[in-house]
């Protein structure tokens, strides 16, 4: 793949009133960016949310991956806003179009029974490719070979609260694999094959099931049927080992072979939820309820000391976590 790296004018220069990036122990890790040329204002005013609430202090490199090569512009623009090393990569192709084998006429057939059931994103095929791509191939891209954590970034999101701490230490010193802020139900008629799938998964490789799994999170029958429970993807804070192991690694391949990417239109939540669910133990999966965080059409906002240690910029009595669809009730239970 080409790779494409940039290094801003000014990222040897120390901003003026920016304390001085943390002295310890850093973690290895990164910031992930999927996004088009034409996301550039809502890419530039994550960067700053990020950049403002957390990493002026740390100083995390960003990396921003497209389908498209990024233009100068976008380089610039999205430059001059962190004194942190910002690489831009090109994807390769065959991580990224769907795949020759898939039968397009069954997928063109889904595509359109999707559009009339009013799906969103249910006739959009750079959708599908992009939600396959985040299930099993961006912890391929060259760029993310050098690390292990990295925290997921999408454009318009905001990050509302300060944070005192290094969330990506957090994950390696409690040895999380998998963190989130929002969850939530999936549209069923995205993933109407996906739990057969699972089972059968499930059936033919007991010993890559964890004993300490967290299933009650994704059924509530003990594994019969799918609840839609599912973690909101557009934040993740995780470990890239855990998606490159040989565990997941089956995972995906097993669904990518039965095409649902196409056929239907699985999304990376539902598909890096479920395997963090029965691949990992329970234990391993963080609720990040200090980080306050906003994607339309939901945020958490952290609430008591919490929002007031944090400064946080959001309404604490504005959150999605005990919701009528939020799914953070099945997570807590888990723990009681
Ligand atoms: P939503 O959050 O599910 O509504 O989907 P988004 O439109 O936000 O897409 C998810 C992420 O993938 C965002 O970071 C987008 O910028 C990115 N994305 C979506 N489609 C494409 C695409 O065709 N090409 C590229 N390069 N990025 C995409
Ligand atoms: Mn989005």
Request: aromatic share 16%.
């Amino acid at each position: 793949a080409a790779i494409e790296t940039y290094t801003s004018p000014t990222a040897s220069q120390p901003t003026h009133n920016a304390p001085p990036p943390s002295q310890g122990h850093r973690a290895n890790a990164t910031f992930v960016f999927l996004c088009r040329n034409n996301d550039i204002n809502g890419a530039v005013a994550s960067v700053q949310s990020m950049e403002d609430r957390f990493n002026r202090n740390y100083h995390y490199p960003w990396v921003f991956l497209n389908d498209e090569p990024f233009t100068e512009e976008f380089k610039q623009r999205i430059g001059v806003l962190t004194d942190a090393p910002v690489s831009f990569g090109l994807i390769p192709r065959e991580h990224w179009v769907q795949p020759d084998w898939i039968d397009e006429e069954r997928a063109r057939q889904g595509r359109l029974k999707m559009m009339n059931q009013r799906i969103i994103y249910g006739g959009s095929v750079p959708y599908r490719n992009m939600c396959r791509f985040n299930s099993g191939f961006f912890y391929k891209h060259e760029l993310l070979q050098q690390y292990r954590y990295y925290w997921r970034v999408e454009p318009s999101v905001q990050f509302f609260c300060g944070l005192n701490y290094d969330p990506f230490l957090y994950m390696e010193e409690h040895e999380k694999v998998y963190s989130f802020t929002i969850s939530l139900e999936e549209h069923e008629p995205t993933v109407r094959t996906l739990w057969d799938s699972v089972k059968e998964f499930m059936f033919e490789n007991p010993h890559l099931i964890e004993p300490g799994n967290s299933m009650d999170f994704l059924s509530n029958d003990g594994g019969n049927k799918y609840n839609m429970c599912h973690y909101w993807s557009n934040f993740e804070i995780a470990d890239m080992d855990f998606w490159r192991g040989p565990a997941y690694t089956k995972f995906f391949d097993f669904l990518e072979a039965k095409g649902g990417f196409y056929y239907e239109r699985w999304g990376d939540a539902p598909i890096h939820s479920i395997a963090a669910s029965l691949l990992a133990n329970k234990e391993k999966i963080h609720f990040f309820r200090d980080i306050g965080y906003r994607h339309e059409s939901f945020q958490h906002c952290p609430s008591g000391n919490q929002w007031k240690e944090g400064r946080c910029a959001c309404d604490p009595n504005d959150s999605f976590d005990y919701s009528d669809h939020s799914c953070l009730k099945r997570f807590e239970g888990l723990f009681q």
